[in-house]
């Protein structure tokens, strides 16, 4: 019923929290993916998950290493996660991310100025 929705307003979507009161079995999507798609349509959800993709750069950026295997491992599984339940208002997730972001930009080594001639 989801996706049904996600039509009438695929764009900027139906307003956040909203799955619940629109959705014919009254409860809510148990998938961010689909939830933020209908409250906030694919604009709001691409600008969520460019949190995720930007990580996935900077994590490219990092020197190879075990922490560098890791941390991509535990984005992964907090996309997976994302298939079963809804994450997308939970302080610790947002916690999460800030702190990985944090830490891959701590473990970034700095390009080598080119000095011209």
Not at 43 to 55: D, V
Not at 72 to 99: E, R
Request: no cysteine; hydrophobic share 50%; aromatic share 16%.
């Amino acid at each position: 019923s989801g996706l049904t929705i996600l039509q009438n307003k695929p764009l900027f979507g139906n307003g956040i929290d909203n799955f619940v009161f629109l959705s014919e079995s009254g409860r809510y999507a148990h998938n961010n993916v689909l939830e933020l798609l209908v409250g906030v349509g694919l604009f709001g959800t691409s600008l969520y998950y460019y949190i995720y993709f930007y990580l996935f750069i900077l994590v490219y950026k990092m020197p190879k290493s075990e922490l560098k295997t890791l941390i991509i491992f535990f984005i992964v599984i907090l996309l997976v996660m994302d298939m079963a339940i809804v994450s997308y208002g939970s302080k610790l997730i947002m916690f999460l991310l800030l702190f990985l972001s944090v830490h891959i930009s701590q473990n970034i080594k700095p390009e080598p100025i080119k000095h011209e001639r």
